[in-house]
Protein backbone atom coordinates (compact mmCIF):
# COMPACT_ATOMS: atom_id res chain seq x y z
CA UNK A 1 0.00 0.00 0.00
CA UNK A 2 1.20 3.47 -0.56
CA UNK A 3 0.07 6.59 0.95
CA UNK A 4 0.68 10.03 -0.64
CA UNK A 5 0.71 13.37 1.10
CA UNK A 6 0.44 16.93 0.10
CA UNK A 7 0.29 20.04 1.63
CA UNK A 8 -3.51 21.67 0.68
CA UNK A 9 -2.81 24.80 -0.81
CA UNK A 10 0.96 24.54 0.28
CA UNK A 11 2.01 27.67 -0.45
CA UNK A 12 -0.86 29.67 0.50
CA UNK A 13 -0.56 27.59 4.00
CA UNK A 14 3.09 28.65 4.58
CA UNK A 15 1.65 32.23 4.30
CA UNK A 16 -0.89 31.73 6.58
CA UNK A 17 1.02 30.26 8.96
CA UNK A 18 2.44 33.95 10.44
CA UNK A 19 -0.84 35.95 9.36
CA UNK A 20 -3.68 33.79 11.32
CA UNK A 21 -5.88 36.67 10.35
CA UNK A 22 -5.94 35.50 6.77
CA UNK A 23 -7.28 31.97 7.77
CA UNK A 24 -10.99 33.03 6.53
CA UNK A 25 -9.85 35.55 3.97
CA UNK A 26 -9.21 34.73 0.00
CA UNK A 27 -5.48 34.47 -0.63
CA UNK A 28 -3.26 33.91 -3.82
CA UNK A 29 0.14 33.22 -4.56
CA UNK A 30 1.73 34.58 -7.45
CA UNK A 31 4.54 33.50 -9.82
CA UNK A 32 8.13 35.45 -10.50
CA UNK A 33 7.49 38.62 -11.45
CA UNK A 34 3.97 38.53 -9.66
CA UNK A 35 2.48 37.18 -13.41
CA UNK A 36 0.28 34.60 -12.36
CA UNK A 37 -1.50 32.72 -9.59
CA UNK A 38 0.05 30.00 -8.54
CA UNK A 39 -1.26 28.86 -5.44
CA UNK A 40 -4.81 29.84 -4.28
CA UNK A 41 -7.19 29.44 -0.85
CA UNK A 42 -10.30 27.09 -1.35
CA UNK A 43 -11.69 30.67 -1.47
CA UNK A 44 -10.25 31.62 -4.46
CA UNK A 45 -11.33 28.28 -5.92
CA UNK A 46 -15.01 28.98 -5.18
CA UNK A 47 -15.14 31.84 -7.22
CA UNK A 48 -13.82 30.20 -10.15
CA UNK A 49 -10.51 31.54 -10.70
CA UNK A 50 -8.41 28.86 -12.60
CA UNK A 51 -4.70 28.40 -11.53
CA UNK A 52 -2.13 30.00 -13.81
CA UNK A 53 -4.86 32.59 -14.45
CA UNK A 54 -2.22 35.60 -14.99
CA UNK A 55 -2.79 38.36 -12.70
CA UNK A 56 -3.58 41.12 -14.88
CA UNK A 57 -7.09 39.19 -16.09
CA UNK A 58 -8.53 38.63 -12.79
CA UNK A 59 -7.20 41.11 -10.46
CA UNK A 60 -10.27 43.62 -10.29
CA UNK A 61 -11.93 40.41 -9.55
CA UNK A 62 -9.60 39.60 -6.52
CA UNK A 63 -9.76 42.97 -5.34
CA UNK A 64 -13.74 43.06 -5.13
CA UNK A 65 -13.42 40.17 -2.34
CA UNK A 66 -10.83 41.25 -0.20
CA UNK A 67 -7.76 38.93 -1.73
CA UNK A 68 -4.49 39.12 0.02
CA UNK A 69 -1.96 38.74 -2.84
CA UNK A 70 1.40 37.55 -2.01
CA UNK A 71 4.40 37.08 -4.29
CA UNK A 72 6.35 33.98 -4.01
CA UNK A 73 8.63 33.58 -1.10
CA UNK A 74 10.60 30.40 -1.96
CA UNK A 75 12.58 30.55 0.79
CA UNK A 76 9.99 30.49 3.09
CA UNK A 77 8.27 27.68 1.10
CA UNK A 78 11.37 25.53 1.05
CA UNK A 79 12.38 25.72 4.62
CA UNK A 80 8.31 25.09 5.72
CA UNK A 81 8.60 21.71 2.82
CA UNK A 82 12.18 20.77 4.54
CA UNK A 83 10.45 20.87 8.25
CA UNK A 84 7.54 19.09 7.00
CA UNK A 85 9.44 16.24 5.11
CA UNK A 86 11.70 15.46 8.06
CA UNK A 87 8.55 14.69 10.06
CA UNK A 88 7.55 12.00 7.43
CA UNK A 89 10.55 11.04 7.45
CA UNK A 90 10.31 10.21 11.13
CA UNK A 91 6.86 8.48 10.95
CA UNK A 92 7.15 6.18 8.09
CA UNK A 93 9.75 3.86 7.41
CA UNK A 94 10.08 4.96 4.02
CA UNK A 95 9.46 7.80 2.02
CA UNK A 96 9.70 9.04 -1.16
CA UNK A 97 9.81 12.91 -1.73
CA UNK A 98 8.02 13.95 -4.74
CA UNK A 99 7.76 17.54 -4.81
CA UNK A 100 7.81 20.95 -2.38
CA UNK A 101 4.47 19.87 -0.75
CA UNK A 102 3.97 16.10 -1.65
CA UNK A 103 5.73 12.47 -0.41
CA UNK A 104 4.68 9.12 -1.11
CA UNK A 105 4.99 6.64 1.89
CA UNK A 106 5.26 2.86 2.49
CA UNK A 107 2.48 1.87 3.97
CA UNK A 108 2.53 -1.79 3.57
CA UNK A 109 1.58 -4.09 6.63
CA UNK A 110 0.16 -0.97 8.30
CA UNK A 111 -2.48 -2.92 9.76
CA UNK A 112 -4.53 0.04 10.67
CA UNK A 113 -3.66 2.68 7.78
CA UNK A 114 -6.76 5.02 8.71
CA UNK A 115 -5.13 5.83 12.25
CA UNK A 116 -1.66 6.44 11.45
CA UNK A 117 -2.67 8.91 8.48
CA UNK A 118 -4.56 11.04 10.71
CA UNK A 119 -2.04 10.31 13.05
CA UNK A 120 0.49 11.80 10.57
CA UNK A 121 -1.36 14.83 9.61
CA UNK A 122 -2.19 15.74 13.40
CA UNK A 123 1.24 16.11 14.15
CA UNK A 124 2.14 17.90 10.94
CA UNK A 125 -0.44 20.69 12.02
CA UNK A 126 0.74 20.77 15.36
CA UNK A 127 4.34 21.11 14.76
CA UNK A 128 4.56 22.91 11.98
CA UNK A 129 0.66 24.20 10.86
CA UNK A 130 0.09 22.98 7.42
CA UNK A 131 -2.98 21.31 6.75
CA UNK A 132 -3.05 18.08 4.49
CA UNK A 133 -4.47 14.83 3.12
CA UNK A 134 -3.50 11.90 2.56
CA UNK A 135 -4.93 9.32 -0.29
CA UNK A 136 -4.02 5.63 0.46
CA UNK A 137 -4.41 2.59 -2.63
CA UNK A 138 -2.51 -0.04 -3.47
CA UNK A 139 -0.30 1.69 -5.96
CA UNK A 140 1.48 4.93 -6.73
CA UNK A 141 -1.72 6.21 -9.65
CA UNK A 142 -4.53 4.88 -7.28
CA UNK A 143 -3.33 6.82 -4.53
CA UNK A 144 -3.05 9.98 -6.24
CA UNK A 145 -6.82 9.27 -7.15
CA UNK A 146 -7.33 8.66 -3.30
CA UNK A 147 -5.64 11.71 -2.69
CA UNK A 148 -7.51 13.83 -4.94
CA UNK A 149 -11.07 12.17 -3.36
CA UNK A 150 -9.77 13.41 -0.12
CA UNK A 151 -8.82 17.15 -1.02
CA UNK A 152 -12.31 17.38 -3.12
CA UNK A 153 -15.01 15.26 -0.80
CA UNK A 154 -15.05 16.53 3.30
CA UNK A 155 -16.57 13.34 4.03
CA UNK A 156 -13.32 11.64 3.93
CA UNK A 157 -12.05 14.18 6.91
CA UNK A 158 -8.80 14.32 4.95
CA UNK A 159 -8.44 10.41 4.10
CA UNK A 160 -9.48 8.37 1.73
CA UNK A 161 -8.31 4.94 1.47
CA UNK A 162 -8.68 2.60 -1.99
CA UNK A 163 -8.49 -0.96 -0.88
CA UNK A 164 -11.92 -2.56 -2.17
CA UNK A 165 -11.95 -3.56 -6.15
CA UNK A 166 -15.60 -2.61 -6.20
CA UNK A 167 -15.20 0.73 -4.77
CA UNK A 168 -12.09 1.75 -6.46
CA UNK A 169 -14.35 0.97 -10.10
CA UNK A 170 -17.36 3.21 -8.77
CA UNK A 171 -14.77 5.71 -7.65
CA UNK A 172 -12.87 5.33 -11.40
CA UNK A 173 -16.40 5.70 -13.02
CA UNK A 174 -16.79 9.36 -12.78
CA UNK A 175 -13.10 10.04 -12.24
CA UNK A 176 -12.02 12.52 -15.60
CA UNK A 177 -9.07 10.69 -17.52
CA UNK A 178 -7.37 14.49 -17.60
CA UNK A 179 -6.90 14.04 -13.61
CA UNK A 180 -5.12 11.22 -13.76
CA UNK A 181 -1.74 11.55 -12.38
CA UNK A 182 0.46 10.90 -16.05
CA UNK A 183 -2.09 11.94 -18.24
CA UNK A 184 -0.82 14.68 -20.30
CA UNK A 185 -2.73 17.01 -22.78
CA UNK A 186 -1.35 15.16 -25.63
CA UNK A 187 -2.55 11.67 -23.78
CA UNK A 188 -6.05 13.11 -22.80
CA UNK A 189 -6.82 14.59 -26.44
CA UNK A 190 -5.68 11.50 -27.98
CA UNK A 191 -7.77 8.85 -25.39
CA UNK A 192 -10.96 11.59 -25.51
CA UNK A 193 -10.54 11.09 -29.47
CA UNK A 194 -11.29 7.34 -29.13
CA UNK A 195 -14.31 7.52 -26.88
CA UNK A 196 -12.35 7.26 -23.69
CA UNK A 197 -12.91 9.98 -20.85
CA UNK A 198 -12.80 7.98 -17.22
CA UNK A 199 -10.19 6.22 -15.30
CA UNK A 200 -12.75 3.42 -15.63
CA UNK A 201 -12.74 3.13 -19.47
CA UNK A 202 -8.98 3.80 -19.34
CA UNK A 203 -8.86 0.55 -17.16
CA UNK A 204 -10.66 -1.97 -18.99
CA UNK A 205 -8.38 -1.34 -22.09
CA UNK A 206 -5.58 -3.77 -23.43
CA UNK A 207 -2.32 -3.26 -21.64
CA UNK A 208 -0.76 -4.57 -24.98
CA UNK A 209 -2.54 -2.12 -26.92
CA UNK A 210 -2.24 1.03 -24.93
CA UNK A 211 1.81 -0.13 -25.31
CA UNK A 212 1.39 -0.43 -29.26
CA UNK A 213 -0.12 2.99 -29.20
CA UNK A 214 0.95 4.97 -26.07
CA UNK A 215 4.13 3.54 -25.07
CA UNK A 216 5.31 2.09 -21.54
CA UNK A 217 3.91 4.70 -20.15
CA UNK A 218 -0.04 4.06 -21.07
CA UNK A 219 0.97 0.53 -20.46
CA UNK A 220 1.86 1.50 -16.96
CA UNK A 221 -1.29 3.41 -15.97
CA UNK A 222 -3.80 0.52 -17.30
CA UNK A 223 -2.03 -1.95 -14.91
CA UNK A 224 -1.65 1.01 -12.04
CA UNK A 225 -5.50 1.60 -12.20
CA UNK A 226 -5.83 -2.16 -11.97
CA UNK A 227 -4.36 -2.37 -8.79
CA UNK A 228 -0.94 -3.96 -9.89
CA UNK A 229 2.06 -1.36 -8.95
CA UNK A 230 4.51 -0.60 -11.82
CA UNK A 231 5.85 1.95 -9.97
CA UNK A 232 8.11 1.32 -6.78
CA UNK A 233 8.68 3.72 -4.17
CA UNK A 234 12.16 5.64 -5.11
CA UNK A 235 13.78 6.72 -0.94
CA UNK A 236 17.00 8.24 -2.63
CA UNK A 237 16.77 11.11 -4.55
CA UNK A 238 17.00 10.22 -8.35
CA UNK A 239 20.00 11.53 -10.59
CA UNK A 240 19.25 14.63 -12.21
CA UNK A 241 19.05 14.75 -15.58
CA UNK A 242 18.56 18.61 -16.57
CA UNK A 243 18.67 21.90 -13.91
CA UNK A 244 16.61 25.37 -15.65
CA UNK A 245 16.54 28.80 -14.64
CA UNK A 246 14.03 30.44 -16.64
CA UNK A 247 11.97 33.31 -15.41
CA UNK A 248 9.57 36.49 -16.97
CA UNK A 249 11.27 39.78 -17.23
CA UNK A 250 9.83 42.62 -14.41
CA UNK A 251 9.39 44.95 -17.76
CA UNK A 252 9.39 44.11 -21.40
CA UNK A 253 12.71 44.16 -22.57
CA UNK A 254 14.39 45.47 -26.07
CA UNK A 255 17.79 46.37 -26.01
CA UNK A 256 20.10 43.44 -26.02
CA UNK A 257 22.75 44.88 -23.28
CA UNK A 258 19.82 44.25 -20.89
CA UNK A 259 18.83 40.67 -21.95
CA UNK A 260 22.43 40.01 -21.70
CA UNK A 261 22.22 41.32 -18.00
CA UNK A 262 19.32 38.40 -17.38
CA UNK A 263 21.29 35.85 -19.31
CA UNK A 264 24.56 36.29 -17.48
CA UNK A 265 22.27 36.67 -13.93
CA UNK A 266 20.19 33.19 -14.93
CA UNK A 267 23.90 31.47 -15.87
CA UNK A 268 24.88 32.53 -12.49
CA UNK A 269 21.88 31.10 -10.64
CA UNK A 270 22.26 27.94 -12.75
CA UNK A 271 26.29 27.57 -11.69
CA UNK A 272 25.05 27.82 -7.97
CA UNK A 273 22.59 25.09 -8.25
CA UNK A 274 25.29 22.75 -9.87
CA UNK A 275 27.54 22.93 -7.34
CA UNK A 276 25.00 22.83 -4.63
CA UNK A 277 24.15 18.92 -6.34
CA UNK A 278 27.85 18.90 -6.97
CA UNK A 279 27.20 18.31 -10.60
CA UNK A 280 29.04 19.90 -13.83
CA UNK A 281 27.42 20.58 -17.00
CA UNK A 282 28.66 19.65 -20.62
CA UNK A 283 25.78 20.91 -22.70
CA UNK A 284 23.83 24.63 -22.02
CA UNK A 285 20.09 25.53 -23.78
CA UNK A 286 19.81 29.43 -24.02
CA UNK A 287 16.08 30.43 -24.82
CA UNK A 288 14.27 33.75 -25.31
CA UNK A 289 10.76 34.48 -25.87
CA UNK A 290 8.63 37.88 -26.89
CA UNK A 291 5.67 38.63 -24.73
CA UNK A 292 3.06 36.60 -26.01
CA UNK A 293 0.32 38.25 -24.11
CA UNK A 294 0.47 41.22 -26.44
CA UNK A 295 -1.01 39.74 -29.38
CA UNK A 296 -0.64 42.63 -31.67
CA UNK A 297 3.06 42.67 -31.63
CA UNK A 298 5.45 41.04 -33.46
CA UNK A 299 5.63 37.60 -31.82
CA UNK A 300 9.22 35.42 -31.24
CA UNK A 301 10.81 32.47 -29.90
CA UNK A 302 14.36 30.62 -30.65
CA UNK A 303 16.68 28.57 -28.52
CA UNK A 304 19.70 27.35 -28.99
CA UNK A 305 22.37 24.19 -27.82
CA UNK A 306 25.61 25.05 -26.74
CA UNK A 307 28.36 22.21 -26.23
CA UNK A 308 30.91 22.83 -24.10
CA UNK A 309 34.27 21.34 -24.84
CA UNK A 310 34.57 20.67 -21.05
CA UNK A 311 31.95 20.67 -18.17
CA UNK A 312 32.04 23.33 -15.87
CA UNK A 313 29.98 24.69 -13.31
CA UNK A 314 31.49 27.58 -12.31
CA UNK A 315 30.02 30.91 -12.87
CA UNK A 316 32.33 33.23 -15.15
CA UNK A 317 32.96 30.18 -17.86
CA UNK A 318 28.48 29.06 -18.06
CA UNK A 319 28.00 32.88 -18.56
CA UNK A 320 30.57 33.31 -21.49
CA UNK A 321 28.80 30.25 -23.13
CA UNK A 322 25.38 31.72 -22.31
CA UNK A 323 26.05 35.28 -24.04
CA UNK A 324 27.69 33.63 -27.04
CA UNK A 325 24.21 31.71 -27.46
CA UNK A 326 22.37 34.60 -26.54
CA UNK A 327 24.31 36.79 -29.64
CA UNK A 328 23.22 33.83 -31.95
CA UNK A 329 19.32 34.30 -31.40
CA UNK A 330 18.94 37.73 -30.70
CA UNK A 331 16.94 39.68 -33.05
CA UNK A 332 16.22 43.28 -32.71
CA UNK A 333 12.70 44.94 -32.94
CA UNK A 334 11.11 42.26 -30.42
CA UNK A 335 9.64 43.24 -26.65
CA UNK A 336 11.09 40.16 -25.01
CA UNK A 337 9.21 39.07 -22.09
CA UNK A 338 11.32 35.64 -20.76
CA UNK A 339 14.52 34.33 -21.27
CA UNK A 340 15.91 31.07 -20.26
CA UNK A 341 18.89 28.61 -19.52
CA UNK A 342 19.30 25.11 -19.23
CA UNK A 343 22.05 22.77 -18.52
CA UNK A 344 21.74 19.05 -19.94
CA UNK A 345 25.00 16.02 -20.18
CA UNK A 346 24.68 16.59 -16.34
CA UNK A 347 27.76 14.56 -14.24
CA UNK A 348 29.24 14.45 -10.83
CA UNK A 349 32.20 16.47 -10.27
CA UNK A 350 34.19 13.98 -9.51
CA UNK A 351 34.83 12.83 -13.49
CA UNK A 352 36.91 14.74 -15.36
CA UNK A 353 36.88 14.39 -19.26
CA UNK A 354 39.47 16.19 -20.43
CA UNK A 355 40.38 17.12 -24.15
CA UNK A 356 43.79 18.23 -25.69
CA UNK A 357 42.93 22.08 -25.83
CA UNK A 358 41.59 21.88 -22.36
CA UNK A 359 42.88 25.19 -20.06
CA UNK A 360 45.65 24.81 -17.68
CA UNK A 361 44.59 23.24 -14.44
CA UNK A 362 45.37 26.34 -12.72
CA UNK A 363 43.41 28.74 -14.21
CA UNK A 364 40.22 25.75 -13.49
CA UNK A 365 41.23 26.06 -9.63
CA UNK A 366 41.49 29.72 -9.58
CA UNK A 367 37.66 29.66 -11.45
CA UNK A 368 36.43 27.39 -8.55
CA UNK A 369 38.06 29.40 -6.12
CA UNK A 370 36.09 32.40 -7.19
CA UNK A 371 32.63 29.96 -7.80
CA UNK A 372 33.02 28.98 -4.12
CA UNK A 373 34.05 32.48 -2.68
CA UNK A 374 30.65 34.10 -4.00
CA UNK A 375 29.00 31.37 -2.43
CA UNK A 376 30.14 31.37 0.88
CA UNK A 377 29.77 35.24 0.62
CA UNK A 378 26.13 35.28 -0.74
CA UNK A 379 24.63 32.70 1.50
CA UNK A 380 25.66 34.56 4.51
CA UNK A 381 24.97 37.85 3.08
CA UNK A 382 22.14 37.06 1.34
CA UNK A 383 21.69 35.77 -2.92
CA UNK A 384 22.88 39.07 -4.99
CA UNK A 385 25.56 40.61 -2.15
CA UNK A 386 28.10 39.79 -5.11
CA UNK A 387 27.76 38.88 -8.55
CA UNK A 388 29.34 38.95 -11.81
CA UNK A 389 29.54 42.77 -13.42
CA UNK A 390 28.20 40.52 -16.15
CA UNK A 391 25.17 41.12 -14.58
CA UNK A 392 25.19 44.61 -14.55
CA UNK A 393 25.78 47.14 -11.63
CA UNK A 394 22.39 47.49 -10.33
CA UNK A 395 20.99 44.04 -11.08
CA UNK A 396 17.84 45.72 -13.15
CA UNK A 397 17.04 41.81 -14.44
CA UNK A 398 15.93 41.00 -10.80
CA UNK A 399 12.12 39.70 -10.14
CA UNK A 400 9.33 42.08 -9.48
CA UNK A 401 8.05 41.34 -6.26
CA UNK A 402 6.37 43.83 -4.81
CA UNK A 403 3.89 41.68 -2.16
CA UNK A 404 6.76 39.47 -0.80
CA UNK A 405 6.33 38.48 3.03
CA UNK A 406 9.33 38.31 5.27
CA UNK A 407 11.87 35.37 5.14
CA UNK A 408 10.50 34.70 8.86
CA UNK A 409 12.12 31.49 8.89
CA UNK A 410 15.50 31.94 7.25
CA UNK A 411 16.72 35.54 8.14
CA UNK A 412 17.87 36.88 11.24
CA UNK A 413 16.61 40.57 10.50
CA UNK A 414 13.29 39.29 9.76
CA UNK A 415 11.87 36.97 12.19
CA UNK A 416 8.50 37.17 13.36
CA UNK A 417 7.84 39.61 16.32
CA UNK A 418 5.97 38.39 19.10
CA UNK A 419 4.27 40.88 22.02
CA UNK A 420 2.84 39.42 25.23
CA UNK A 421 -0.03 41.12 26.83
Known amino acids: MFALIDGNNFYVSCERLFRPDLLTRPVVVLSNNDGCLISRSNEIKALGVPMAA ?3 QVQDLLV ?17 SARFMEILASLAPRVEVYSIDEAFMDFSGISDPATLAQQIRQQVADWIGIPTCIGIGPTKTLA ?3 NHLAKKNSAYHGVCILDDLYQIDQVLRTFAIEDIWGVGQRIEARLKALGINTAYELKRLNPKWMRQNFTVVGERLVYELNGISCLSLEPEAQARQSIQVSRSFSRSLTRFEEIREAVASYATRLAEKLRLHRLKTNTLVVSVCANRFQVRNRQYYNSILINLPTALNDDAGLIQAAVQGLEAIFRAGFDYQKAGIMALDLMPITLAQLTLFDPPEGRNAKAQEISRALDKI ?29 AYTTSWHQLPKVYAK
Do not use: E
Open 64 to 80: KHNTQIFSSNFALYGDI
Open 54 to 56: PLF
Open 378 to 406: NQRYGRGTVHMAACGPKLSWKDRKSRKSP
Open 144 to 146: KVA
